[in-house]
């Protein structure tokens, strides 16, 4: 003799559709809520290998002419025995700097060097979802480019550029430009200046001019009046 069969009540059609729309609900609730960890970008998102090339655009910032022209002022530092790469990302992890992350790497691509010995390298960093810019350099690179320099670079040569319009190649050109000439022994020339701005003058009148002229073409208005109504008055009942 079998066990009896259970059978579970059949839900109503409507019942099931409004399951089913609670699923899809649930299931798009946790897809955003992992998006936006899924954006982050960190170390590990990285190759182990420095990249053949000297632009890593990952985060898609810049047109084939601008990291074509990129790639070569990067190329020409070369000549100086420093390896400079640029690096673009979206968004970083929570908590991490910018800064830090490019130190990292730093660390990461150096210690697969075969030959062991200690590179000068210069790393430009760009983070679009701040448009903020960092630079960070190897120890051999720190007595001739110190981090008040690179600080410097970071926040101002390239923030302006990238604040003023999201200017990601003027960015990385002023902050190459920059310390190129340090590197070649000049004096530092310095953060971009501000221009201040002044306003533009216009003909068209303010509400404030506008009042006021308007005020005194009726305080004209009402003088004329009662100097010529009395007048005419007097000439017409004076016939």
Do not use: C
């Amino acid at each position: 003799m079998g066990l009896p069969r259970l059978s579970l009540p059949a839900l109503p059609l409507r019942a099931w559709r409004g399951l089913q729309g609670l699923l899809l609900a649930l299931t798009l609730l946790l897809g955003l809520a992992q998006a936006p960890a899924a954006l982050a970008t960190g170390p590990q998102d990285f190759p182990l290998a420095p990249p053949a090339g000297h632009v890593l655009d990952t985060a898609d910032l810049l047109s084939r002419a601008a990291a074509s022209d990129l790639e070569k002022r990067l190329a020409e530092l070369e000549q100086q025995q420093v390896q400079a790469r640029l690096v673009t990302l979206r968004r970083l992890d929570y908590g991490l700097p910018l800064e830090g992350l490019g130190q990292q790497l730093l660390e990461r691509w150096s210690a697969q060097d075969p030959a062991g010995t200690e590179r000068q390298e210069l790393l430009l960093l760009i983070e679009s979802q701040n448009n903020s810019g960092a630079v960070v350099v190897s120890p051999a690179l720190a007595e001739t480019l110190p981090e008040s320099l690179l600080a410097s670079t970071g926040t101002s040569t390239m923030g302006l550029p990238l604040r003023e319009g999201a200017r990601y190649r003027q960015a990385s050109i002023d902050a190459l430009s920059r310390l190129g000439a340090v590197l070649q022994g000049e004096e530092d020339p310095g953060p971009p200046q501000l221009i201040e701005r002044l306003p533009v003058e216009s003909n068209v009148p303010t509400a404030e001019q506008t009042a006021n002229s308007n005020a005194f073409l009726w305080v004209v208005v009402l003088l004329v009046v009662g100097t010529l109504v009395p007048m005419i008055t007097w000439w017409i009942f004076s016939r």
